[in-house]
């Protein structure tokens, strides 16, 4: 588990999918879902070449979803997909930050539907731009954009719908796998 990062009981990762009400589920499903096949539990730090890591934990209501810095659940292709199929059963939040510029998103639904969607674009490492600010704002989403850390904003908004944050080394499961999503 020496490959990520824990402060305040927060693991420190640039994207995160949260899935309320999935425990009904394994893990491995659950990766299934996400297209991540033959994926290996990392057990006492044995970590392997040529493999990305995913983590997973949970609180007692939602699955928390964390991709390393090498993005390979955000950039596929059909994540977007996949999420938008988990939404029509599971209220889910998701959210990203970059890792050296200011860009941030996140995106809320439930009952099957699109809520909220907002992105913060940074490709000239200005500070970003907002590009996309759909449906109602979410509760405490004004007080947590004043927040000078991209992914403590996000975060923040994940608190207000009820995640709750106690990310211990002991809790998170980390999947190592090949980087071949389907």
């Known amino acids: 588990m020496e490959r990520i990062q824990i402060n305040n009981g927060v693991v420190f990762l640039p994207f995160y999918v949260f899935i309320k009400g999935v425990d009904k589920l394994t893990d491995i499903e659950i990766l299934d879902f996400f297209g991540i096949q033959n994926a290996q539990i990392v057990t006492n730090g044995n970590t392997k070449n040529k493999t990305t890591s995913i983590f997973i934990t949970d609180d007692s209501n939602w699955i ?23 939404a029509e059963k599971f209220d889910i939040y998701t959210c990203a930050v970059g890792d050296s510029d200011h860009s941030f998103d996140f995106r809320y639904f439930k009952n099957g539907q699109l809520l909220r969607e907002y992105i913060v674009e940074d490709p000239e490492y200005k500070g970003g731009q907002l590009t996309k600010d759909y449906g109602t704002k979410l509760m405490n989403e004004d007080n947590a954009l004043l927040l000078e850390d991209e992914l403590e904003k996000v975060l923040e908004i994940a608190k207000g719908i009820g995640i709750k944050f106690a990310h211990t080394k002991e809790k998170i499961r980390h999947y190592q796998y090949v980087n071949e999503l389907i």
Request: charged share 30%.
């Open 64 to 86: 928390h979803i964390m991709d390393f810095w090498d993005y390979c659940l955000y950039h596929n292709e059909n994540e977007n997909k996949r999420i938008i199929k988990l």
